[in-house]
């Protein structure tokens, strides 16, 4: 199995910046894309970020200009750098990784972390 821990969350004024980070452990033999995902309250979970193992990047139109996916491949590690934050990107942030271990290629995902953007 694979555990995604994700940190960085919490309470930012807007116009604020945040760094999150998402950590992965495990049986792991390689590492597809990770990503960035985000729901917020009444809403579908919607993509924010991924990006490849060679470092190919995808972003949401909202988010393009303001947030920067990062990965360090030598640690199995994801960030989401964000900035000029909004009040709309309020929501619980969960990590993916597309992993391939012993029994097979799998979808993984984090428990999520809250980012409050409020004055």
């Known amino acids: 199995q694979v555990q995604l821990v994700e940190s960085g969350g919490g309470l930012v004024q807007p116009g604020g910046s945040l760094r999150l980070s998402c950590a992965a452990s495990?049986?792991?033999?390689?590492?597809?894309?990770m990503g960035w995902y985000r729901q917020a309250p009444g809403k579908q979970r919607e993509l924010v970020a991924t990006i490849t193992s060679g470092g190919s990047t995808n972003y949401a139109d909202s988010v393009k200009g303001r947030f920067t996916i990062s990965r360090d491949n030598a640690k199995n590690t994801v960030y989401l750098q964000m900035n000029s934050l909004k009040s709309e990107d309020t929501a619980v942030y969960y990590c993916?990784?597309?992993?391939?271990?012993?029994?097979?290629?799998?979808?993984?995902w984090g428990q999520g972390t809250q980012v409050t953007v409020s004055s």
């Open positions: 993916n990784a597309d992993a391939l271990i012993t029994t097979g290629r799998k979808d993984y």
């Open positions: 495990g049986s792991i033999y390689y590492i597809y894309a």
